[in-house]
Structures are given as C-alpha cells and as structure tokens.
C-alpha cells in the first residue's frame, strides 16, 4: 500500500499547525474511546459465551455500524457528504474490509481463546509499526525518547496480564492477535489519509462500515444468521454470574458504546494528533481492560498488575513528550 502521494499526504499532514491546534481534546477522545473498548471487551467474551461465533459477533457490529454511521452522516452532512470519487473507493475498501471487518474478527478470536489483557498486550504493537511507519516510510524525524516510551509502555503492559507468570498461550489466538495489530495499523494510517483528503469522520466511517457489511455478508450470508442467539439469556459472569441477560441489549451496548461512539472518537482524535501519539495512548487500554476485568469478572489485581500500568502511563508520557527533531 506504499505510494509516493500516500508518503506525501501523511509527510504534509504531520507537518500542519492546524494539525495540532487542540491537542488535549485529541488526546482526551482517544482516553474516551479506549474506555468504551475496555468495558466492550468483557461484554463481547459475554456474548460469545450465548454460542455466537466470532464471525457472527464481527458480522453483526459492522451491519449495526454501517446502519449507526449512515444515518448520522446524512443527518449531519446531508447526502453529499457521502459522494465518493472513484479514486477514493480502492481506500475506503481497504479501510472497511482490513481496518474493520478483519481487525473485529481477529480480535474477537484473539479474545475468546486468550485472556482480554494477554490477548490486547499482543494486539498492541500497533504503535511500534505506525511508529516504524512514520519514521521510516513516512521520513518523519522522531526522537529517540519515543521508542524508550514504546518499550516502557509494553514492559508494564506485559506486568498488567503477568506475562512472565507462567501464563499458556494458544497458538490461533496469538496469530489472531498479531493478524489484528497488521489491521488495525491498516486502520489508523488509511483513516489519517482519508482525513487529510477532505473526508469526514462520519462519512469514512460510514462508508468503512458499508464495505465491512458487504465483505461479511459474502463470507457469512444472512440467510443462514443464528437468529436464535439474539434471544437467548447469558449468564454475565463474574460478579454478575448469577445475574442474566438477553444477548440482544448487549448487542446494542457493542453497536452503540461499543462501535458507535469510540469509533468516532478516535477517528476524530485524528483531526488533532497525529497517528503515532494516537496509538500510543490507546496502549492505556489493556491496562483499562484489566480494571473492568477486576471489577466484574473477578480477575485478580496484582501489585505486579498496579507497577505494570504505572509504567505503561509513564511510557506513555515519555512518548508524547518527544518531539520531531529539527
């Protein structure tokens, strides 16, 4: 996916002022945004407890997204803002089949056969390849006290899930990682084009979402849907283990705080910062994960665990205190 205008754009994009004229609301919509994924991360591995596949899961919260971001793109911008040139199409599709279709599925893989913070440690080399990316495609001049903040970041995300505590790894849910970090890194950088050509948050969400649908209603056709899963009652685990649910409201909590909101959030922390420091706070939420995960499945929270996410903050910060050279 490597071109000269791409290498141009993203060059051009970094260097803008206007790129960075409110830093601080980019920064707090990326927080935002890993908040909900934390929390959406449990109730997923709830969901796919009621029987749903991965695919099925994927499938769902794309068609729901597609559905979310539409309306709110012609809500907002009218149906112009939908308009797409030809050129334009080869993007977005690679947006909604790599950056959304592919990257919901290897991580709902990765989560159902590893635990949610093992499996979100891997996922998390994100900002050392849009860091690599930057620095040797991009050419843009980095510090060397952001590569120390990556390594800081991913030495406490490692205490966060007792990496080095005999933890058993299963081999597809590590490859279903480390697919879903290629993805994702496919996602930021593909958006931050996107955004540096003019087109809005909603509308490449909407249109990223569109092609996502139309990949998993290729792959997984509707006619054979499990529709008996929607209506079925989950236990909530956990805390919460006596308590049950349908699994339809917990698709909506996925389709609205778990898709619709963060998406935009992050997305739009991309109007403000650039992809590099974006990744790299969003490294707080295995840490995030492993809170929610105390809270309400129970799962232990070592002092180990509280050195580990005091170092993925202060990794955090070395990063973002670094600046391109001049």
């Not at 919509?29 to 449990?42: D, Q």
Request: overall charge neutral.
């Amino acid at each position: 996916m490597v071109d000269a205008p791409l290498t141009r754009d993203l060059a051009e994009l970094e260097a803008s002022p206007a790129r960075r004229q409110r830093p601080l609301l980019g920064y707090a919509m990326v927080i935002g945004a890993v908040s909900l994924w934390s929390v959406n991360a449990t109730v997923s591995k709830v969901i796919l407890q009621s029987g749903m596949t991965s695919y099925r899961l994927a499938e769902v919260r794309a068609a729901g997204g597609a559905a979310l971001f539409l309306a709110a793109a012609a809500l907002v911008g009218g149906r112009s803002s939908l308009r797409v040139a030809k050129t334009e199409l080869p993007w977005l599709a690679a947006f909604g089949v790599l950056g959304l279709a592919l990257v919901q599925l290897f991580y709902f893989v990765g989560i159902e056969r590893l635990d949610i913070g093992v499996s979100l440690v891997i996922e998390y080399i994100t900002p050392v390849l849009v860091a690599l990316w930057a620095r040797f495609v991009v050419k843009e001049p980095v510090r060397r006290r952001l590569w120390y903040g990556i390594a800081v970041a991913l030495a406490g995300l490692s205490l966060v899930v007792d990496l080095w505590g005999g933890v058993t790894l299963d081999g597809v849910g590590v490859g279903a990682c480390l697919l879903a970090a290629l993805c994702y890194t496919a996602y930021i950088l593909i958006a931050e084009r996107s955004l540096a050509h003019g087109r809005d948050v909603l509308s490449l969400l909407a249109w990223g979402f569109l092609f996502a649908t139309a990949f998993w209603s290729i792959v997984r056709p509707w006619s054979s849907f499990p529709l008996q899963f929607v209506y079925e009652d989950v236990a909530l685990l956990g805390r919460l283990d006596d308590v049950s649910s349908p699994v339809w409201p917990l698709l909506l909590f996925v389709l609205v705080l778990g898709t619709f909101v963060p998406f935009i959030l992050m997305v739009g922390a991309l109007h403000h910062i650039p992809a590099t420091r974006a990744t790299i706070v969003a490294m707080l939420e295995p840490v995030l994960a492993a809170v929610v995960a105390f809270v309400w499945l129970e799962e232990s929270l070592t002092a180990g665990q509280i050195a580990g996410g005091a170092l993925v903050l202060a990794g955090v910060a070395i990063a973002q205190s670094s600046r391109p050279a001049t």
